[in-house]
């Protein structure tokens, strides 16, 4: 009874148990081990019991601090990777249910392109595979569910309200030179067929035998 009592204790103790995750540019975030282990890097580093802080040299503040919102929301058990393909334009109804809150976070998050990325790359730093998942689900989306005159434009890193932004000149270009590549191939074509054809009727008439 009595070792019973202190196991649980001891575990009751690693549940509480509070680590501080420090970002690149020396951001202070403190969470709960169990939270944090959501990341495999994290859960493989607080192997060691006498780990307190961890440094994520490669992750800024800002980036971060969105990490650790979704690691306190989850409480330390990811969202398992959604269905695939995806098949909504609106994250809620690819996430599942019991996940709503998980696709207002990916949504609002997306809006801002160039964090958006950041965010995702640090998920692959941490390992944690649902929230990447959830990630790649909504590039997913925005590409699948967007008009095709806008596919050079929906992920375009400069967004930062969701908001598409006319297309940089150095696209409209590029399409200009594409157009007018397609226009020549296809004159090219015309010609070579119309020169197979003119070749092929001289020859019928070449073959053709006086009458």
Same mark, same amino acid.
């Given at each position: ?11 009751? /103790?690693?549940?509480? *148990? ?18 944090? /282990?959501? /990341?495999? %890097? ?19 503040? $800002?980036?971060?601090? *969105?990490?650790? +919102?979704?690691? $306190?929301? !989850? @409480? ?15 994250? #809620? =109804? ?5 996940? $709503?809150? &998980?696709?207002?976070?990916?949504? @609002? ?9 950041? %965010?995702?790359?640090?998920? #692959? !730093?941490?390992?944690? +595979? ?7 689900? *909504?590039?997913? /989306?925005?590409?699948?569910? &967007? ?26 270009? $590029? ?6 590549? !397609? ?13 197979? @054809? ?6 019928? =008439? ?6």
């Amino acid at each position: 009874m009595e070792t019973g009592g202190l196991d649980e204790i001891d575990k009751k /103790s690693d549940a509480e *148990k509070e680590i501080i995750l420090i970002s690149g540019d020396g951001r202070n975030f403190p969470i709960k081990a169990s939270y944090a /282990s959501i /990341s495999g %890097m994290i859960k493989t580093s607080l192997l060691d019991q006498d780990t307190k802080e961890i440094t994520l040299k490669d992750i800024r503040g $800002e980036i971060l601090e *969105k990490i650790v +919102k979704y690691m $306190e929301n !989850r @409480e330390g058990k990811d969202m398992e990777e959604m269905k695939w393909p995806i098949k909504h334009k609106d994250m #809620v =109804n690819n996430v599942g249910k019991g996940n $709503e809150w &998980c696709a207002k976070f990916i949504d @609002e998050e997306a809006k801002h392109r160039k964090n958006f990325y950041d %965010m995702l790359l640090a998920t #692959v !730093r941490l390992d944690i +595979k649902g929230l990447q998942n959830l990630g790649v689900g *909504k590039i997913a /989306s925005l590409l699948k569910f &967007c008009d095709a005159s806008d596919l050079d434009r929906v992920l375009d890193p400069a967004i930062t309200d969701g908001k598409l932004l006319p297309l940089r000149e150095s696209i409209v270009v $590029e399409r200009k030179k594409e157009e007018e590549e !397609r226009l020549r191939r296809r004159e090219e074509r015309k010609k070579a067929r119309e020169a197979k @054809e003119a070749k092929e009727a001289e020859n019928k =008439n070449t073959k053709t035998p006086k009458k």
